[in-house]
């Protein structure tokens, strides 16, 4: 295996991952974290446990009284209302500081031993729940397998290779578009001359819960785009509504915002955190973005993970960065093969006699790479 040290800092000349489009926030490769906040972004929306800190084999000093109700004792001389706390455990109490000082030898050891407990069950709670984040963030997502409504071919991952057509609503291939440029190919509404009336269909579109209307105004907010001022603020708020109506895009731009600092704090755990959400829904530059993120902190075998999984969805960026870890040797010729296999598949599904026209005639409608 060739174990070139630069091979992973290489890998960030040219990761930047480009997607042109009113409805996709460029971006590039992210920064290094912390071991600490790669936990926090593998564990962020599980809840750590108050149990964690509970240790049963600790003897509690609180009894019932006759009454049925809870009587604090002291540690040290046994008297109740106690409410002075240990400052480092917090499982023993005392009437005051003098009776805490006085028994502050004996409970050391008890004190001591409640705390390494708790800590190894707070690190094996962390653990576990980032070896279930991992098992539902690897395990192959929905792919996203949606059919042009007029040739009923698979719809290209590339954005240009396909067109939202707010007049109905449908997403169509660029075959279908070149093949009838001046009206909608599915309700031959004809096509909006100016920038106020595409903008004006859309925003009737948004009214309807259209997601992927909200997701093109989003990114016209971003970029400032079809007679609309620049608002992060504006974009961000309509990527999280086009998200919760179930855009998987939207996950993915979401935490483009955040690496980038677009409107808010710079704060690449968010950014991860997105982006695993928008991979997991089957979203290929999510996954392609992740696999960066892995790279960059020397982990190749779960960037690897990453795209073979964005391999599948289309993405040719992953490809080549499969590509480049075979010829590094950090990917077996196995892993190879399987790549090149898994997207000459997704090849065989979107390529057509109609859609190479138009991509032959206008560069907006290119849709493999």
């Keep these: 295996m060739n174990t070139n040290t630069n091979v992973i800092d290489d890998i960030t000349n040219d990761i930047s ?22 936990i926090l972004e593998h564990t962020k929306s599980d809840k750590i446990s108050a149990d964690a800190f509970d240790c049963s084999s600790t003897v509690s000093n609180t009894n019932k009284d006759i009454c049925g109700t809870d009587a604090e004792i002291c540690a040290n001389c046994g008297k109740e209302g106690a409410s002075n706390t240990c400052n480092k455990c917090k499982q023993v109490k005392y009437c005051n500081a003098a009776c805490k000082k006085r028994h502050r030898s004996k409970h050391k050891k008890e004190c001591e031993e409640h705390l390494r407990r708790a800590a190894e069950l707070l690190k094996e709670e962390i653990r576990r729940a980032a070896e279930l984040h991992d098992l539902e963030l690897f395990k192959t997502p929905p792919q996203q397998e949606e059919e042009c409504p007029i040739c009923f071919l698979l719809l290209p991952n590339l954005v240009s290779g396909s067109r939202y057509q707010s007049c109905c609503g449908k997403t169509i291939c660029c075959g279908c578009i070149h093949a009838m440029e001046t009206i909608c190919p599915f309700c031959r509404t004809p096509t909006p001359d100016t920038d106020e009336e595409s903008r004006e269909r859309l925003q009737g579109r948004m009214k309807v819960n259209d997601d992927e209307a909200i997701h093109i ?84 075998e779960r960037a690897i993970k990453h795209y073979i999984i964005a391999v599948e969805g289309g993405d040719n ?13 950090y990917a077996t010729k196995d892993v190879y093969t399987k790549a090149l296999r898994v997207y000459q598949t997704y090849l065989d599904k979107v390529k057509s006699n109609q859609r190479d026209e138009a991509a032959a005639a206008r560069e907006d409608c290119s849709y493999i790479e």
């Design 217 to 300: 105004i989003a990114g016209y907010y971003s970029i400032g785009l079809c007679g609309l001022a620049q608002n992060y603020t504006k974009a961000l708020e309509l990527w999280q509504q086009a998200a919760e109506l179930g855009h998987v895009k939207a996950y993915y731009n979401i935490g483009c915002v955040y690496q980038r600092g677009n409107g808010v704090s710079r704060d690449m755990i968010e950014a991860v955190y997105y982006w695993g959400l928008g991979a997991i829904k089957g979203d290929a530059d999510a996954r392609y973005n992740l696999g960066i993120c892995e790279s960059k902190q020397g982990n190749p």
């Design 317 to 329: 960026a992953s490809l080549k960065k499969i590509q480049y870890f075979y010829s590094n040797g």
């Design 17 to 38: 991952k480009v997607t042109v489009s009113a409805g996709n926030v460029i971006c590039g490769s992210c920064t290094d974290t912390s071991s600490e906040q790669k």
